[in-house]
């Protein structure tokens, strides 16, 4: 919220109004000295000293910005710098340390192989998120990604192209369908599964899974459990010949491999089938064709979870698109961390945590970010194109709570005793939630 004095358009000077409100590097101390009994007279004069330290902290940050104490005149990694302008020189309402929000799948290595490639960023490299991981993998037309099961749920969305997916039941029931751009899977741990590319060229896609030290590379794999199975027992096991047995084994491990294209959907269900083995689940959701779940004028929002895609009990989405100088307004998450892919378009997002720490951070079509349980954050389009990104939780449901709505629902005299507005313009505030607020 603004203070009224505040007259200078960029958002950093704006941002400047709240700043006595900031706590400096100690307040825990402060705390602990509440908790040993210390007298209000001696904590309040301890409280006002800080404040006092860090609006002269504050004070000498915006004389650095205005002479060459910011400057760098040795070495600079110039391109980085640009595409992170908001943590080089962050604003001055960022304060102390709430650990690592950001990284990009452009920074870690990506396993190629024939038929495809597939990268991962899990708390290896980011290590603030310890609920969800992230592996972005590419397939070309007619190759798979070989049968395989997981330790964690694989949530995932469709970025290009088209693939069929399979899946199947502990009772043996099987779901097999097609997949395009914006549609979305769920595959339940331990359930087997595959990944097939189809034409005209394959496709790319992000998997979203609800471990955050989960990697790709340990996979349960199908050519895994066939090379490392003595073949007596392979034999016994398929009813099949030593012989046949001897020849099964391709690769001791596929992962990504080459294929022909499949058949048409209608063939590959009759084959494995027909309705006498149709999976009473759905696995897949078109997130892509769903009305938004809330549109604006500065965008939408869409929002998918077990209340309207059954069987994703552990991961809710939200995909936001936010218009050029569009907000998505300040809130917080009461129910899980935030683990966000960034798809398009340029935004800076403001995170502030408890003892008046607070980070500012520039993303990128490519990137991650990760916000803290209950941290205030809000997340603004910089650029002039619109920005697209997921929000993913390990939860049941998309769960948020809007600061402009919990103003608005308090009775006024309660919020004009915190902050310097009257009631005229405590009612210029949003009174419903907005999730995105035009620019």
């Not at 997981?150 to 009772?171: C, F, K, Q, Y």
């Not at 599964?193 to 189809?198: E, R």
Request: glycine letters at 8%.
């Amino acid at each position: 919220m603004r203070e009224q004095n505040e007259t200078k358009p960029s958002i950093e000077e704006e941002n400047r109004a709240s700043e006595p409100q900031e706590s400096k590097p100690g307040t825990e101390g402060l705390s602990r000295r509440a908790f040993l009994g210390v007298g209000s007279a001696g904590l309040a004069t301890a409280t006002l000293a800080a404040l006092t330290a860090h609006a002269q902290e504050t004070q000498d940050t915006r004389k650095a910005e205005k002479d060459t104490s910011a400057s760098n005149p040795a070495q600079e990694n110039k391109p980085l710098l640009e595409e992170n302008p908001s943590s080089n020189m962050p604003p001055p309402t960022d304060h102390g340390d709430i650990g690592p929000v950001w990284y990009s799948f452009d920074l870690v290595h990506k396993r190629v192989q024939e038929g495809g490639w597939t990268h991962e960023v899990n708390a290896t490299v980011l290590p603030t998120s310890r609920d969800l991981a992230g592996v972005n993998m590419r397939l070309t037309a007619g190759s798979f990604r070989e049968l395989h099961w997981h330790t964690a749920d694989e949530w995932a969305i469709m970025l290009s192209g088209n693939a069929r997916v399979t899946v199947m039941n502990p009772d043996g029931t099987m779901f097999i369908d097609d997949v395009g751009k914006g549609d979305l899977w769920l595959f339940p741990a331990g359930f087997p599964h595959s990944i097939q590319g189809l034409g005209p060229d394959g496709c790319e896609f992000l998997l979203v899974f609800d471990q955050g030290d989960f990697s790709e590379d340990g996979t349960f794999l199908f050519s895994e459990t066939i090379a490392h199975t003595p073949r007596n027992i392979l034999a016994k096991n398929f009813g099949l010949e030593k012989e046949t047995v001897a020849k099964l084994v391709k690769s001791p491990s596929l992962y990504i491999f080459p294929a022909d294209l499949p058949l048409s959907l209608a063939q590959d269900k009759s084959a494995a089938g027909g309705r006498r083995v149709e999976s009473p689940f759905k696995y897949t959701f078109k997130m892509e064709a769903m009305a938004p779940t809330r549109k604006t004028a500065g965008g939408e929002v869409r929002v998918v979870d077990s209340r309207n895609f059954p069987v994703s009990k552990n991961v809710a989405a939200a995909l936001v698109t936010l218009k050029p100088g569009a907000l998505r307004e300040l809130h917080w998450h009461p129910n899980a961390n935030e683990w966000q892919f960034w798809l398009a378009g340029k935004g800076r997002m403001g995170i502030i945590m408890n003892e008046g720490r607070a980070r500012t951070m520039d993303f990128n079509a490519n990137d991650v970010g990760f916000v803290p349980r209950v941290a205030t954050h809000y997340i603004e389009n910089t650029g002039k194109t619109d920005v697209v990104f997921l929000e993913m939780f390990k939860a049941d449901e998309f769960v948020d709570i809007s600061l402009n709505q919990w103003l608005r629902r308090l009775p006024p005299e309660a919020v004009t005793a915190h902050v310097n507005l009257d009631r005229e313009q405590l009612a210029k505030i949003p009174s419903e939630k907005e999730l995105v607020i035009p620019g």
